[in-house]
Nanobody, 120 residues
Framework: QVELVESGGSLVQSGGSLRLSCAAS????????MSWYRQTPGRARDFVAR???????NYADSVKDRFTISRGNDENLVHLQMNSLKPEDTATYYC??????????????WGQGTQVTVSA
């Protein structure tokens, strides 16, 4: 089982910056990758960024060159640095972790979400 705790969501003006953090804890063998998704009311949850255990990075086209995902000092801590924020970035941001568990196989886990609101 993996518990994910997100932090850093806030209200910010257009053009501003925020840093989200996600800390993973629990009883698991290893985390294969950690990702950020975002969701607005009435819409599907969209992929934002991912960092793998090996350090490979992936970004949605809409955030490339503005957002940076990175790992903290603890390998189970990831950050999402968001720069040049736009009103359309307003959403609830969810941390996702894919972990290999002691029961065998890999499972996806989700955090509770943190709200990011960008004012025009």
């Amino acid at each position: 089982q993996v518990e994910l705790v997100e932090s850093g969501g806030s209200l910010v003006q257009s053009g501003g910056s925020l840093r989200l953090s996600c800390a993973a804890s629990g009883n698991f063998v290893t985390i294969n990758y950690m990702s950020w998704y975002r969701q607005t009311p009435g819409r599907a949850r969209d992929f934002v960024a991912r960092i793998t255990r090996e350090g490979r990075l992936n970004y949605a086209d809409s955030v490339k060159d503005r957002f940076t995902i990175s790992r903290g000092n603890d390998e189970n801590l990831v950050h999402l640095q968001m720069n040049s924020l736009k009103p359309e970035d307003t959403a609830t941001y969810y941390c996702n972790a894919n972990a290999y568990t002691w029961s065998g196989g890999s499972t996806d886990y989700w955090g509770q979400g943190t709200q990011v609101t960008v004012s025009a």
